[in-house]
């Protein structure tokens, strides 16, 4: 079964490096063809054509930004068949977007699941992703292997949605926690308060989230730059979880003020800045 990759971008790359170190022959394919030269050294092989690359390629992962580059990345180029293809969906998307995506690739009798993840580039590079499966248990087992490469902690949830809910479940605790840490440490550093002994309280408390330790030095420094996960992306990750949530009648109304706060972010440059940078919304210089 040859394996191929779509989206070369912050996550897209390292998985492919991990896929090749694990001695997989790899495709890939990028919209912007110098993010796989990288990859071409370590000995991928690129494609410059999508219909070329899938007609190469048996078992297709997705890393994209999001549903639209989807769309437009598999089917603008009129590709009529997907028969004896997987595509494995990774990039966070909403539920009913990835039931929909189910529906056309199945319609074009390919195979289709979704693979979305927890955790970033380190955790790619230590093989500690968290890798969420919604699929049918068939597919799952016929490519559970391919995830082994870069995820110790692989989770099968049930049927196609599944794991996409789940992954917008807990990006909403990274965007609430994010805010609510952001507040408390500027009203603390405005009090003259010790943040070391702010921080030992919280981690002797059931309050802790290891997040807070974890981007601390970066709200201290008021430095967001060499990102692993950029505002604009959790601004979009947000507007799922507006509508997704919505849709299942559960409150938002606490995620609306935080909008407020990317939109912010993103209109003071930082768009392409870690998601932490939008402590300067919250706590401003
Ligand atoms: N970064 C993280 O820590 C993280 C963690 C978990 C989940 N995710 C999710 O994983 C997905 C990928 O994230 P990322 O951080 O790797 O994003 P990224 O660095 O921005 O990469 C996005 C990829 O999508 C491609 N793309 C975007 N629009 C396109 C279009 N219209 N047509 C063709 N290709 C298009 C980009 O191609 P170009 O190179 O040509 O722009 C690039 O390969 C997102 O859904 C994100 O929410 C990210």
Do not use: W
Not at 84 to 89: A, M, P
């Amino acid at each position: 079964m040859k394996v191929g990759l779509i989206g070369t971008g912050l996550m897209g790359k390292p998985i492919a490096q991990k896929l090749l170190e694990s001695k997989y022959e790899l495709n890939v394919f990028n919209r912007t063809k110098s993010k796989t030269d990288s990859l071409i050294k370590l000995g991928a092989k690129s494609f410059t054509g999508i219909r070329e690359f899938v007609a190469e390629t048996d078992i297709i992962i997705l890393m994209l930004s999001n549903y639209d580059a989807i769309v437009e990345v598999l089917f603008a180029s009129n590709i009529r068949n997907f028969e004896n293809k997987t595509i494995i969906q990774m990039s966070t998307i909403a539920p009913t977007e990835s039931i929909d995506l189910h529906k056309r690739i199945t319609k074009l009798r390919g195979e289709y699941f979704e693979a979305p993840v927890l955790g970033s580039i380190p955790q790619i590079i230590n093989s500690e992703l968290i890798v969420l499966i919604g699929s049918s248990e068939k597919q799952f087992t016929k490519c559970e292997n391919i995830f082994k490469s870069f995820s110790n902690k692989i989770i099968y949830l049930g049927e196609v949605g599944k794991a996409s809910a789940m992954k917008l479940a807990l990006n909403q605790l990274i965007i609430s926690e994010t805010v609510a840490f952001s507040m408390s440490l500027g009203f603390v550093i405005e009090n003259n308060i010790d943040v070391n002994i702010f921080m030992e309280i919280l981690r002797s408390s059931a309050l802790y989230a290891a997040t807070f330790d974890k981007k601390l030095p970066n709200y201290l420094n008021r430095n967001f730059d060499n990102p692993n996960f950029p505002v604009k992306h959790l601004l979009k990750d947000l507007d799922l979880i507006l509508n997704s949530f919505a849709e299942k009648n559960i409150n938002t109304d606490s995620l609306k003020s935080i909008r407020k706060i990317l939109i912010d972010s993103i209109q003071k440059g930082n768009a392409d800045k870690d998601y932490s940078a939008l402590y300067n919304s919250v706590h401003p210089i």
